[in-house]
């Protein structure tokens, strides 16, 4: 199998309405959406040489976009200070891992190094996750922190991907009202 290759000067018109949508769903805002988009177009240009091809390139595109969200909320709120971050968590929780959808290293974004934010972001996801309801929580673990495939998954549980899908769909929605609510 050949690696992927990078073609930049096509990402406008190839990926651009669907980084888009992504980043729509995520922000709220059009206008920071589009500024997230144009970010990650200039963030994938800037670190094309380290792209390996191991990845299709929207779904690069796509991982590095993530930071950029990831990135935007985090900006917001080192803004409010900390002092208003409140959350509980459950040190019994089975949800150990890494709670990010997917990794990629963003070398022109400083905040992801820094380690109080990290952890404090990832104490209330995982505070989150123990709020879904007990099917949902699993699902999504399973898929986004262990990585576990569709038909792997589809088959434990007995359900189909469709299901999958919906169940992983309101589990994101509920976690990034969540977050909102206590970290963002």
């Keep these: ?68 969200v990831i990135d935007y909320y985090r900006k917001i709120n080192s803004n409010k200070g900390k002092a208003e971050v409140r959350m509980s968590y459950s040190s019994a929780s089975d949800a150990e891992g890494d709670w990010m959808e997917e990794q990629v290293a963003d070398p022109f974004s400083t905040l992801e190094n820094s380690p109080i934010e990290n952890e404090e972001l990832g104490l209330a996801i995982h505070a989150c996750i123990s709020k879904l309801p007990q099917k949902q929580a699993q699902v999504f673990k399973m898929k986004t922190i262990q990585g576990i495939s569709t038909e792997d998954i589809c088959n434990e549980l007995a359900i189909n991907p469709s299901n999958l899908w919906v169940m992983i769909h309101r589990a994101r929605t509920a976690l990034m009202g969540c977050l909102n609510d206590n970290w963002f």
């Design 1 to 68: 199998m050949t690696a992927h290759q990078l073609h930049p000067d096509t990402w406008v018109d190839a990926y651009a309405d669907y980084l888009f949508n992504y980043a729509i769903t995520r922000v709220s805002d059009a206008e920071i959406a589009k500024d997230l988009v144009q970010e990650t177009f200039f963030a994938g240009l800037k670190s094309a040489k380290n792209y390996k091809g191991d990845a299709a390139e929207r779904t690069w595109l796509i991982a590095i976009l993530k930071r950029k």
